[in-house]
């Protein structure tokens, strides 16, 4: 198990755009109200304001793999016939998360609580669109960082989609990744808060398979169907 390492990074560019992709609106063909837009953009500023995007990461060595099950240092595994598929023939894996903070989630419950359901909507758009071009920025130098040491890298997974079922397998993740240092917990379903959080795993190693392009998504019961798909991110 390596050293953990902790990352704070400014918020992303995010634009107007943005949120109304994240939303699963579609203005192609009417574009939206002055209004709404005047709105979103006064939103867009104020999360800008209230999120602190950090990260923490690690990799932990992989002792071997079954045909559902990554066996993990500490007796740990985690259970995803993907991931199994991705990462079995790896050396390591590299476990992620990352966090905007819990002060999105605060002022999005006082706009719920005080009836501005327009601005909490828009609130809970920015917050998506900030962890995900967040993730876009920063999943890179990790890669970097492995392939400089001679490492292969796959496509980042995460439990919750269809190919991995089993948010139990987030408890696994938390193991090795002391989370609560960046301001990150799981609830009783497993689920993380602040909401508007991530957390995923990358396999290195010298001998990967090769996607040629392919993400997870590919894999994804959702495909196109999923909001996050208008980023054309990893997920």
Known sequence: MTELKIWEMNPPGVRVEDLFQAQGADYRKRPPRPATVALYRQILEEAALLVRPVIIWREVDILGAGERELYLEDGRKLTSPLLVTVAGKADKLILFAMTMGSELDHRELYYSKTGKMLEAFALDAAGTA??????????????????????KISFPLGPGHSYWPSLKDMQTIFYFLPAEQIGLHLTESNLMLPRKSMAMVLAAGHNLPDFKGKTHCDFCSLQKKCQLSHFEQKC
């Open 130 to 151: 900030l962890i995900v071009k967040s993730s876009l920025a920063v999943l890179p130098e990790i890669e970097e960082h492995y392939r400089q040491a001679g490492f």
